[in-house]
């Protein structure tokens, strides 16, 4: 069995996130590929995320009638910040026979060894790279191993879907509607 697994603040979940996807399953001929909101990433202590029941509502729109994408919330039940390693050890024990795939955008992978645990995590996961405009392409730093996807590269990030609602500014291009309509009616990220 071939498992992607797919972490970030998915806040929110956008068109680039479900290329990742699509690219992923396509071309590593993943089996299952999990969606993993964390409840608060490590590299960006600032941010305090959109609260993670609306985070996830627009995961389960993102992803609906998508058979080959589940949703995990491990990371939100944990609470605290989210830590990559305790979920891949829980795919580890959980799914013992599995070859993981761990899905990053390109901005994410040069950092990989400031990752908590990096030697066990590299030990446990392969990681792969989705290409992203304006990223250079990506060297694993040692010890990680991993491919990159060839993808099509999609300039959409949440950080610029949050602005954009802030500036008044439409985000119809840049989510599915199902999500769209719902951030704007929680109003969210005015
Ligand atoms: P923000 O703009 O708030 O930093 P983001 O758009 O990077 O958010 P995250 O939820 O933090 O979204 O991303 C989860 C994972 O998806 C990360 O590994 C990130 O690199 C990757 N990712 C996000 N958008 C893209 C994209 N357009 N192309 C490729 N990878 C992406």
Not at 35 to 61: D, G, V
Not at 65 to 73: A, S
Not at 98 to 105: D, H, N, Q, R, S
Not at 137 to 158: E, H, Q
Request: hydrophobic share 45%.
């Amino acid at each position: 069995m071939r498992l992607g697994l797919f972490g970030g603040s998915f806040d929110p979940v956008h068109l680039g996130h479900l290329l990742v996807a699509h690219v992923a399953i396509e071309e590593l001929g993943l089996d299952r590929l999990f969606f993993i909101p964390a409840a608060q990433s490590p590299f960006k202590p600032a941010n305090q995320p959109a609260p993670a029941a609306i985070r996830l509502q627009l995961l389960r729109l993102a992803l609906a009638g998508k058979t080959n994408c589940e949703i995990d919330d491990q990371e939100i039940r944990r609470g605290g910040v989210s830590y990559t390693i305790e979920t891949v050890r829980d795919y580890a024990k959980c799914f013992p026979e599995a070859e993981m795939f761990y899905l990053i955008g390109a901005d994410n992978a040069a950092k990989l060894n400031e990752w908590r645990e990096a030697g066990e995590l590299a030990r446990l996961t392969q990681f792969v790279v989705t290409p992203r405009p304006g990223e250079a392409p990506v060297n694993f730093p040692a010890p990680f191993r991993g491919r990159t996807l060839k993808g099509f590269p999609l300039a959409v990030s949440s950080s610029e879907i949050r602005a954009r609602v802030q500036a008044g500014l439409v985000i119809e291009p840049l989510v599915p509607p199902a999500v769209a309509e719902a951030i704007r009616a929680a109003k969210l990220y005015l």
